[in-house]
């Protein structure tokens, strides 16, 4: 139904792109009507019939026009400069419980809106006609009939021909199910323990949950709307900086830990390409970082501290075994000899233990130089058989070139993998020292005919503390660290390691080792 | 020139232990806990040092450059010890002659004093 009609150009007024003046109506049956494009034209000596006819047209158009809108859910509406309305389409009218007559010329005061509503609606139409620019916003509302809903409303000016606001136009849509959809997803973000940051294709911050302001000690304010890098100036030049571009340009996801010294803090981060721009989980892992340099220091620190009564024990030993020898006490020399072939055993565990540590901090050095693998590889073997006279160790093969890497720690990979086959080779069997060259590195592997691994447990076999278990707890010596050693040294000279085996079959561990995996001459060579 | 070594190390089992085992060999054999001065390497004139590298509010890399740097003393051979898996940087850091890593082999030790002491004095002593 449409509203009345107080003077055609008013109503022609609430077309959209429609800007007509309100028509004087003629004494004289003639009506001056002003041209959309500001061109005057006079119509004189009109008839009446004619001007009844023109009448009829615009209230057709009207009808279709107020039928129109009338389909949509959306609600649309006009104001006039008192902010009462002159129309409204026929979703508002249903959700009001009234009919086109009763809402035109009512304001919200009228029609029974909470008063601060009312007033703030009020305000915003008289904000649009003074200032000429449109108002978004959003509010809850409560109908009569008792329907609940969020709604998103915007208040657009309808210009005049001179220039000046005519009147307002309006549209609001019911942004209920949209706004729970929002809130169920921030509570879930709220609810998440990591502190979660929206960024968009400008760095501006657009959304930032409860954690993030805890954890940043901003308020939403501080951040929203304002870009990243306006908020945390420490951020540029920083791995962050790097991992959000990442993420923001190229579409990479990424995570890091590193240290903010804006904040005195270690923060680990989780980027995430978003459409638009990111997603940032931030968790602050300071505490964590503390304790960790604190068990670092006190290994390394227990390290060194056990290691230093061991040197004294093992003079001690010696001079001994020495004095054993000399006075032809073979007897006991064989004694202090086996207690100093325990006393390796501890330095190694402790070296284990420390070069953890090590790795685990990042501070483990290689010192690179060119050197040549098979007398390396002869030296490990010769060097384990004086320990281990048996099972027998055959070496197969030989590279026949030199690489660049560290020769200890290179040494060390060895023994270690020798060490562990002797450990599951029956006494009376062989371990198989293979050697072979590539044209790119060097591949060495040690096959024992033990009791193999089973798939499931290949994977874990380089994990730290790995150890195989046996009948009893302690069958298998160890602190099952020097696999897990043995395939860092490995990976940090860009090589690789291995394991193949059968249950009950036996197993080779192997690695390669690239012909120049180390810079030879860097800081910390030897 | 003597066959005198002067062995600095906070610890008194190191220090007993590399007595024994030097003294065992002929050298005569002078300790610290406190590490050495100039003016005590000038006084004593070992003809060689092992110097640990951590002792009790001493850092021996310190004391080594200090003994390096003074043209009094620069050509005692300087040997540095530790545990610590980097002495051999801290060596040529700090311009020692040589490292000892411990806990270091009996052999070494006299391989090391052979080396610094007596080759440089054509016979053994003792």
Redesign the interface.
């Given at each position: 139904m449409l509203a009345p009609l107080d003077g055609l150009g008013t109503d022609l007024a609430t077309l959209p792109g429609m800007t007509h003046q309100p028509p004087t109506r003629p004494q004289s049956g003639c009506a001056v009507l002003v041209h959309p494009d500001g061109d005057a034209g006079e119509f004189s000596a009109m008839r009446v019939a004619d001007l009844r006819k023109l009448v009829q047209q615009q209230e057709q158009q009207l009808r279709v026009f107020d039928a129109t809108l009338s389909t949509i859910a959306d609600f649309a509406y006009t104001f006039d400069r008192d902010g009462r309305f002159i129309y409204s389409n026929r979703s508002l009218l249903d959700l009001l419980g009234i009919t086109a007559e009763e809402i035109v010329g009512k304001n919200f005061f009228d029609l029974g809106y909470p008063t601060e509503l009312a007033t703030r609606l009020q305000h915003q139409i008289e904000h649009v006609f003074v200032t000429k620019e449109h108002v978004v916003d959003e509010t809850p509302f409560t109908g009569p009939t008792g329907a609940e809903g969020y709604y998103e409303y915007i208040f657009r000016p309808v210009f005049a021909a001179d220039g000046s606001v005519e009147m307002v136009a309006g549209s609001t849509r019911d942004v209920t199910e949209r706004r729970r959809v929002q809130e169920q997803s921030r509570q879930i973000l709220d609810s998440i323990s990591d502190a979660f940051m929206a960024v968009d294709t400008d760095w501006r911050f657009t959304y930032v949950n409860q954690q993030a302001e805890r954890l940043l000690t901003r308020t939403p304010g501080d951040l929203l709307g304002h870009t990243i890098w306006d908020a945390f100036p420490g951020l540029l030049g920083s791995s962050f900086e790097r991992a959000y571009r990442r993420a923001a340009e190229d579409r990479e996801s990424s995570s890091l830990t590193d240290y903010y010294p804006n904040h005195g803090r270690w923060y680990e981060v989780h980027v995430y390409p978003a459409d638009p721009g990111i997603t940032i989980y931030l968790r602050d892992v300071t505490q964590r970082k503390c304790l960790e340099k604190q068990k670092d220091d006190f290994l390394a620190v227990a390290?060194?501290e056990l290691?230093?009564?061991?040197?004294?024990?093992?003079?001690?030993a010696?001079?001994l075994g020495?004095?054993f020898t000399a006075s032809g006490d073979m007897e006991s020399a064989t004694l202090v000899g086996k207690m100093d072939n325990q006393?390796n055993k501890l330095?190694n565990l402790i070296s284990d233990l420390?070069d953890v540590t090590?790795i685990e901090s990042g501070q483990i050095?290689f010192?690179s130089h060119l050197f040549e693998v098979d007398p390396l590889v002869r030296e490990i073997t010769d060097q384990i058989r004086l320990t281990a006279p048996e099972p027998v160790i055959r070496i197969d093969g030989c590279a026949g070139c030199s690489i660049v890497a560290d020769r200890d720690r290179t040494g060390q990979v060895l023994m270690n993998l020798l060490s562990n086959s002797i450990k599951f080779a029956p006494v009376d069997s062989e371990i198989v020292v293979a050697v072979s060259a590539d044209s790119d590195g060097v591949a060495v592997t040690v096959t024992d005919s033990g009791m193999g691994i089973s798939r499931e447990r290949q994977a874990l076999v380089f994990d730290r503390f790995y150890r195989v278990l046996g009948p009893e707890p302690d069958t298998y010596p160890g602190l099952g660290l020097g696999l897990f050693i043995s395939a860092e040294i490995v990976r940090r000279q860009r090589g690789r390691v291995w394991v193949e085996s059968e249950e009950g079959a036996g197993s080779t561990f192997g690695f390669w080792l690239p012909l120049s995996g180390g810079e030879p001459g860097t800081?910390?060579d030897? | 020139m003597t066959d005198r070594i002067l062995v600095a190390d906070d610890?008194d089992?190191?220090l007993?232990?590399?007595r024994?085992?030097l003294e065992?060999e002929g050298y005569e054999v002078i300790t610290t806990r406190t590490g050495p001065t100039i003016e005590s390497v000038i006084e004593e004139r070992p003809a060689l040092i092992f110097l640990d590298i951590?002792m009790s509010g001493l850092d021996g890399r310190n004391v080594c450059a200090a003994i390096k740097s003074d043209k009094r003393t620069h050509g005692v051979p300087v040997i540095l010890s530790s545990?610590?898996?980097?002495v051999?940087?801290f060596a040529?850091e700090c311009g020692a002659d040589d490292i000892l890593t411990?806990?270091?082999?009996?052999d070494e030790?006299l391989r090391l004093a052979e080396r610094y002491v007596r080759s440089t004095q054509g016979g053994r002593r003792g």
């Open positions: 390290s060194h290691k230093t009564p061991v040197s004294s024990i093992k003079a001690f010696q001079v020495r004095r006393l330095t420390l090590r050095r010192r800081p910390g030897d | 610890d089992a190191i007993e232990g590399m024994l085992i065992d951590w545990a610590n898996i980097d051999g940087r040529k411990k806990p270091f082999e009996l030790v």
